[in-house]
Every structure is written in C-alpha cells, then in structure tokens.
C-alpha cells in the first residue's frame, strides 16, 4: 500500500475537516542551558523541550517543519493516529527533509490525549529534538484547576564531546572488542577510556551490568551524565507554582532515549487517569515507571509546601527533579538528591490499569494472529526481531477492518518499550484490565499480547523504542494490503 494512498485519504476524510492550527517549528543548531551548564545540541527553536503545541481534538495540526539541521530530518507525532504520509518515518512515509528545506505536516487530529513530537531519524532523538503535543477534549470530563507538562529525559548531546551517535558506536565497538572486555562484572571495563575521555568518540558512556528490579533486567546501557525534568538539572530545577487545595492534572512524558524513569511526588499520592492519551479508570498509586515515549496522566490536589517531584533514572543510580510550591512559604528547594518515600511506594504497572468504557476495545476473535520475537544482545549489541535486522521491504501483512493479534516474545535479557505507529492497541492484562496504549514495556524472558483494529491504512513502524536498540535493528513494519 502507499502511504499516500486512496485508503488512505478515505481514512483522513472520516476524521472531519475541523478547524485548521497553525505551528512552525524550526530543527537547528543551538545552544542550550540546562541550567549552570550550556550545551551545543540540536534543539526545535531555542528551547529545551520544544515548545509545546497545543490543540483541541477535531482541528487540524498543520505544522511546517523548517530543517536548518547539517544533516536530514523529520518529525514524528507519537501515539496520534493520522494519515500515514505524515508519520514522519523517513524512507517509508516520507522522503528525508534535507538541509534548508521545510515540510508541512498537515493532518486531521480526531482523538485528544497527551502526545509528543520527536525527530524519526537516526539517533536525533537523543538530542534536543522533542516537544509535548498536546490536544485538548472540547468536552474535558476532568475537572482541574491547573495542567503541568512534565518532560523527562536524559541527557548526553554536547557533553565533553559526547553525541549520540559517538555513543552508539561505542555500544557497537564494545561489541566487537567482546569477550575480552565483558563480563569481568569488576566495572572496570572503561579503564583507558575514562576521564580524559577519547577525542573521536569523547568519554566511554557504556554502562554494564545496571539492575532494575522493576524491570528485572538492566535499566539501560548508556550512562548519562544528566537527567533533565523539562530541560533542566536537579541543581536547578524547574518551579511549577499553585495554591494549596487545587487539583493538578500532570501531563507526564518520557522523551528519553535509553532511560526509564520512576516518577513520584513527594507528600502526595497520585490518581492515574490516562496513559499515553488514552483514558483509563482511575487508580491511585504512589509512583510511576514509564518506559521511554510512555505517557501518563495522574490528578493531584496538592497541599501546602514545596515538594520534589523526582524522576529516578530506573537501575541507573541517578535522577532528574522539578519542584511543586504553594502557597507563599519562604521553604528552600530540596536538595537535589532528594528521595521521597513514595518512590518506594505502590507502582500500578500498565497491566493493571482498566480502560474507561468509552475506549474499551470490544471483545472479538482476532482475524490475525502474528508472533513477532524479541532478539539480541547487550554483548553483540544485534538488537532485532526474530534474528534480523531492520529491513525496509520486510512487511506483516495486515487487512483493513480486521481485528489483529500481536504476540510479542521477549527471547532476551533486557527489557523493551514497544511502540506501534499509527494505533493504540489494547494490552493484554490482568483479568479485564486491557488498558490501551501505543507504547508498551515488555519484560525479559516474557510475552505482552496486544490487540487492536486495523482501521487506518498504511504502512506502520513497530519498533522497540530504545533509540539504541531500534537503530541497531528492532524495527519491522505492518503493511496494511490492498
Ligand atoms: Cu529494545
């Protein structure tokens, strides 16, 4: 099928022709404070997230993208669900944006949620290349008082010579020098490498044997020098102000590249009410963990104080931070390395959460049943799908109308975000809870079924959303036939 094809136009035509909201977003060279450090990277504007858009479910997105980048580039909506020439993956659904050029993504939003734009080429994801989307419901059941963005990510573009594709040669380099250098578990592995760091690739960043009981696996294999909570370090956090009493809803996202994150507020609980845009019934927890391009939305009537909301950098011993106060208190910021107890709390994992009704994917016999496994390993770093590496003519076939099953088997050691392009599927959970999602966390050595309909025709990305593992391999595709 074309990305640009009848069907696909059918499908953007049953999406109505709302309003029309306009954005320019430029991809460039910049640089950036983190706070008391300023880095070199590639950012959209001068800012660290982008700028956030923000539209009402039902317009139309019509956003240009101007690329004053060396290199290609193009942007990618995550988690809505639009026509397929507009995804935003270069190769498949787009030609690449080359240097001095602009494209114009234009498409019709018809679901709102929380959602985040990011670069689908190469390792950009990795930079500053990220904004939140956010759409609006016209008819918002919640009510609330105030709304926070919080964007989590981690950080290595710039730093003493450090980018992301250095890092991933060096994953790869690691590789090859394999056994020799792996495996002594002494942690000693970067010897010669560290502190004065090599010029060609800047400082070793390949983490080994991290540990994440959560996850039950390593947290991740690259180790940053920063986390950041909306583009700041914890030394200098970002302040969001309300009143004591009101109801905050957090708009919670990881834009990061390697990292998940364990998020808690301190002093409070909180009400999950959606992830990765899509209602859920309520469910109080104390903490979250969120797997790289995963959203959560949680409501919270905040007390009198200032509080640390801290997002740990899960198996990796490090953690980004922002800071809520109310009220006219003269309390200093807590410190940076901060732990509130409620991040040793109750996580609600996604497989728990049940989906409000007006999203519950009825129950129906899959027309299709698909097993795509999980393959690879930290030590050759071959990250794939049943074996292969990516390859783009590669497709699963898919049918529109029909009702499709995806099982995932996860044959290796390390845990993987999973994320489909185009759909939000219904994962398999614990007893009813089907919750829906477009990017799901699947444990080592486990299975994660997902179902959902094939009603938006295209050709689809299903990858791991590890930037790491996807751009060593763990990318396939779903090809909707004619
Ligand atoms: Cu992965």
Known sequence: ??????????????????????????????????????????????????????IKSGDILDLTLANHLPTETTLHSH?????????????????????????????????PGTYWLHSHSGMQLDRGLYAPLIVED???????????????????DGVQGSTPDKVLRQLHGNARRAPMDMGTGNGDEHSGHEGEGDRSTGPNR???????????????????????????????????????????????INAGAETPFRVALGGHKMTITHT??????????????????????????????????????????????????????????????????????RIVPARRLVPDDSVALCHRKPDR????????????????????????TQRHPVREGERVRITLINATNMWHPLHLHGHTFAVSGIDSARARKDTAIVHPHRK???????????????????????????????????
Request: glycine share 10%.
């Open 1 to 54: 099928m074309n990305p640009s094809g009848p069907e696909v136009i059918a499908a953007e035509k049953r999406r109505g022709q709302g309003p029309v909201r306009t954005f320019r977003l430029t991809a460039t060279e910049t640089t950036v404070d983190l706070g008391g450090r300023s880095v070199r990277t590639w950012a959209y504007g001068d800012d660290l997230p982008g700028r956030e858009v923000r």
């Open 79 to 111: 988690g809505v669900r639009m026509r397929c020439d507009m995804d935003g993956v270069p190769g498949l659904t787009q030609y690449p944006i080359r240097p001095g050029a602009d494209f114009r993504y234009r498409f019709a939003v018809d679901h």
């Open 138 to 156: 016209p008819r918002e059941p919640l009510s609330y008082d105030r709304e926070w963005v919080v964007v989590l990510d981690d950080w290595l």
């Open 206 to 252: 390949v983490l080994h044997g991290s540990h994440s009981r959560i996850l039950e696996s390593e947290g991740g294999s690259v180790d940053y020098p920063f986390y950041l909570i909306n583009g700041r370090l914890p030394g200098a956090p970002s302040v969001f102000r309300a009143r004591p009493g009101e109801r905050i809803r957090l708009r919670i």
């Open 276 to 345: 990765d845009g899509y209602p859920v019934q309520h469910t109080t927890t104390d903490a979250l963990l969120l797997g790289m391009a995963e959203r959560y939305d949680v409501l919270v009537t905040v007390k009198d104080g200032v509080f640390p909301l801290v997002a740990l950098a899960e198996g990796k011993k490090a953690r980004a931070l922002a800071v809520l106060r109310t009220g006219q208190g003269r309390k200093s910021l807590p410190q940076a390395d901060v732990h509130p107890k409620e991040l040793d709390g």
């Open 369 to 392: 049943e698909m097993r795509v496994t999980l393959t690879g390993n930290m030590r050759q770093f071959n990250w794939g799908f049943d074996h292969h590496p990516y390859s783009i």
């Open 448 to 482: 994660l079924v997902v179902d959902f309909n094939a009603d938006n025709p295209g050709l689809w990305m299903l990858h791991c959303h590890n930037q790491y593992h996807s751009e060593s391999g763990m990318m396939t595709i779903l090809g909707y036939r004619t």
